[in-house]
């Protein structure tokens, strides 16, 4: 019986309304007011400089009056800035105004016996003009138009129900971190996000591909949305409509698969596997199953798994808010009983909410194999015990929620418990809840955690829900709540459900510890379980163990002498993350982005019937295979 190798997050990075995931900045903003004061100006400082309040300029922060400030200097004049500019807030006009979004009204002019006459360019005519025009020339390029009724559109403008979102940074351009030109928000995301999580290992990435095979490389990322604004599938869909023309770009980039296909081409310039599953909500963790199935069989060593979503756009919200989905202005008001909604507690997971809250981000992991790890030194942050997927069976409605999410839940316990051990999921397990503060999500989620808490003896389980914070960001989704969890497993504060007052009536509460505060563990936890749900009976669990935990497994698969050395070469690459740390926290991100950059001279290709080597990879793709099915051939 081969041995299962262990699924490792050796890198991590992204962007959201948080700030930066790498060097858990992002989680850092979520418990700001527990931290220590020095890591708590730390993370003020690094998001002014990302908002532009503040440059780090000859080895100093400064103003725009050029003075140098320092960490305090920074919290005390910029905090409340940062803070206001950070998470879930009024969606800036940036985007879109929300009181008086674009839109087209309809109308009829001319009626009766009378007739309408104007006067147009000849080459503004429609093609063909309707036949019951009478058009007569005019001097120069002008004609008059006689007709008896004319269809128009108005350009106008209307209030958004929904005015809140979870938003990058204020002031922060992604775009602004490469050479962005045309490229949808979404795909902005993508490259900085993935660029994040690649340099966050402290590894340069031709030193991985020295000992790696070409094929040995994996990357899966999506999207659910596509990309809907005006550089993708927005731009588009709208042109012919706007009298404009369709662009080269528009229909490739609007693609779903682009998150994975940018990594590819312009990050890492794999040849290797690569994938882009979607389901719904649920899609950053359908991705990690197949990227930790590929490492656990050995189809694959290092594995790229991310998630990029920008669906801060009028028509995405307006899909969402017709379907009743989202947390109207209005219905706000009426269940806080006030005339004015606070645009920062929109999102409420467990509370008594209204509906969730869209959000963009773009969150991603690198994945190795245990072997592969102990061997270049990697920094190992957790590991991805198991991840479960299942559908809700027959449906009445395809958003509603189904029995599909209680199998996932089950047998993740169930296989943490087979590999931890009883007491690890008892007592040093947590729960990152889907918690999209539906009222529905709050008693379906909720019912299913107590019950599965009953069955394996769990009395206090703790229930995180970062949606609380950053939003709702459909496919990335999950991918914040892995990030968190991994901030969960360094810092041991549980990030509270703050914008709530208190606990639903209706929530099955009895077994769970949801608080309205950040808590502080008094133990290290040794696992978290991601819990996803989407629409369509899309439902996800994972098992992610923590960092301690991954280290006594290896200690006892490898042995004292081993990893003793893997010790020392890991000084020296968490040397190189720190450096990278503190670069992008001074605002030199130093983003990764290839164009037209080592291309592969197909001519130069050697191929036998052993090996094909790739010019400009080390080592070869491997031609022998076995006979898998050698007991069913002659």
């Known amino acids: ?212 095979q070409p094929d040995q490389v994996a990357v899966y990322a999506s999207n659910v949305m596509s990309q809907m604004d005006e550089n993708g599938f927005g731009g588009l869909l709208q042109s012919r409509l706007k009298g404009g023309r369709v662009s080269a770009k528009q229909c490739p980039l609007g693609l779903n ?73 209005d219905k706000l008001k009426k269940l806080d009983g006030t005339d004015e909604a606070d645009p920062r507690r929109t999102s409420r997971p467990f509370g008594e909410n209204a509906g969730f809250t869209m959000a963009e981000a773009s969150q991603y992991v690198v994945l190795m194999d245990d072997a592969l790890a102990i061997e270049l030194g990697a920094d190992i942050h957790g590991a991805v015990g198991d991840v479960f997927i299942n559908a809700d069976g027959f449906k009445k409605s395809i958003s509603a929620p189904g029995p599909g999410n209680y199998v996932t839940m089950a047998k993740a316990v169930a296989s943490a418990r087979a590999i931890l051990g009883e007491e690890s999921v008892k007592k040093r397990s947590f729960i990152q809840a889907h918690g999209s503060s539906t009222p529905q999500n709050r008693v379906t989620e909720s019912q299913i955690f107590d019950q599965v808490a009953q069955v394996f003896g769990i009395d206090a389980w703790p229930v995180s829900a970062v949606k609380a914070y950053v939003g709702h960001s459909l496919s990335a989704a999950s991918g914040e709540q892995l990030i968190a969890s991994l ?34 563990v008094s133990q290290p936890l040794d696992v978290a379980f991601l819990n996803s749900k989407g629409f369509g009976g899309n439902n996800a669990t994972a098992s992610i163990f923590a960092p301690h935990v991954v280290e006594r497994m290896l200690k006892r698969r490898y042995g004292e002498k081993l990893m003793a050395r893997y010790h020392d070469r890991r000084e020296q690459v968490r040397t190189a993350a720190q450096a990278y740390d503190q670069a992008a926290l001074q605002g030199d991100f130093a983003t990764i982005y290839h164009f037209g950059e080592g291309l592969i001279d197909e001519s130069q290709i050697k191929l036998d019937l052993e090996s094909l080597q790739l010019p400009g990879f080390v080592q070869a793709v491997d031609l022998t295979f076995v006979n898998r099915f050698a007991d069913m051939c002659d």
């Open 257 to 329: 698969t682009m998150p994975a296909d940018f990594v590819n081409a312009y990050i890492l310039g794999s040849v290797g596997q690569t994938g882009a599953i979607t389901g719904a909500c649920a899609s950053f963790l359908y991705n990690l199953q197949a990227a930790a199935e590929d490492i656990a069989s050995g189809k694959c060593r290092v594995a790229v798994v991310g998630c990029a979503e920008a669906p801060i756009v009028a028509e995405i919200i307006d899909g969402y808010a017709t379907m009743g989905a989202l947390a109207s202005e």
């Open 1 to 212: 019986m081969s041995v299962a190798r262990l699924p490792v997050i050796v890198g991590f990075g992204g962007f959201n309304a948080a700030g930066r995931s790498s060097g858990h900045h992002a989680y850092r903003r979520l418990v700001i007011e527990s931290l220590p004061e020095e890591s708590r100006q730390e993370t003020l400082a690094g998001l002014a400089v990302m908002m532009g309040l503040v440059s780090h300029v000859d080895g100093a922060y400064r103003d725009s009056a050029d003075q140098v400030l320092g960490l305090a200097d920074i919290a005390a004049r910029y905090g409340e800035q940062v803070l206001d500019g950070t998470l879930i807030r009024r969606i800036d006009k940036t985007f879109f105004d929300v009181d008086a979004a674009h839109w087209q009204k309809s109308a009829a002019l001319g009626s009766g016996e009378s007739t309408l006459v104007f006067e147009l360019r000849k080459r503004d005519l429609p093609e063909p003009p309707p036949p019951e025009w009478v058009i007569e020339d005019l001097d120069g390029d002008k004609v008059r138009v006689t007709a008896a009724s004319l269809e128009v559109k108005f350009d106008s403008y209307r209030d958004i129900p929904v005015k809140s979102a979870g938003q990058l940074p204020r002031g922060f351009n992604p775009g602004s971190l490469y050479n962005s030109h045309y490229h949808p928000r979404a795909l902005q995301l993508a490259v900085i996000g993935a660029s994040d999580a690649i340099q966050s290992m402290g590894l340069k990435w031709q030193e991985i591909m020295a000992v790696v």
């Open 487 to 520: 901030g969960v497993f360094k810092y041991g504060i549980i990030p509270g459900i703050k914008t709530i007052d208190k606990v639903a009536d209706d929530v099955f509460a009895d077994r769970l510890q949801i608080s309205t505060r950040d808590v502080v």
